[in-house]
């Protein structure tokens, strides 16, 4: 399948907003998430119009030639480090290379600074992707908000010097 992958704009939002709540609704995804649905679907036309503009956090789409949105990577700039967050492949997409698509425009965004993520220690699928793209364990490790019994912990991509 071939995927256009592209930042998102203003008009966007009703997309967007679609893909999220999909994701936060997704068992395999839901860790990944610490919005509750219920929360997203409260926030107004003007603040999905925000967060599709991506004035702190950018958001990249893949976009197939049908205009079916099946995934997007959040990311954004805190001094030297590039975060990642937002991570979410529609089932459907899964496994068809757009994961690897979307973290190489947000990797290129991130423009030379040092990229980091978290991932949920129940999300072994996750954690064997992003090794795959050269995604280090750092040690860090954090309870999961969501749920104190588990944890996440980060791994970080370092730029080639």
Known sequence: MAYRVRRTSRDDWRELRRLRLAA????VASVAFYEPYEEALRLTRGEWERRAIGRTTVT???V???????????VFAKGSVAQVVG???RPEHRGTG????????????ADGREVRLR???????AVRFYRSLGFEP????????????FETYELVLRPLR
Request: proline share 8%; aromatic share 8%.
């Open 24 to 27: 936060l609704r997704d068992p």
């Open 60 to 62: 990249f789409v893949g």
């Open 64 to 74: 197939t030639d049908t205009g079916d949105w099946g995934g997007m990577v959040g």
């Open 87 to 89: 991570v979410y492949m």
């Open 98 to 109: 757009l994961a690897a698509l979307l973290m190489r425009a947000a990797i290129d965004w």
């Open 119 to 125: 991932v949920h220690e129940n999300n072994p699928r």
């Open 138 to 149: 750092t040690g860090d490790r954090a309870v999961d908000p969501a749920d104190p019994a």
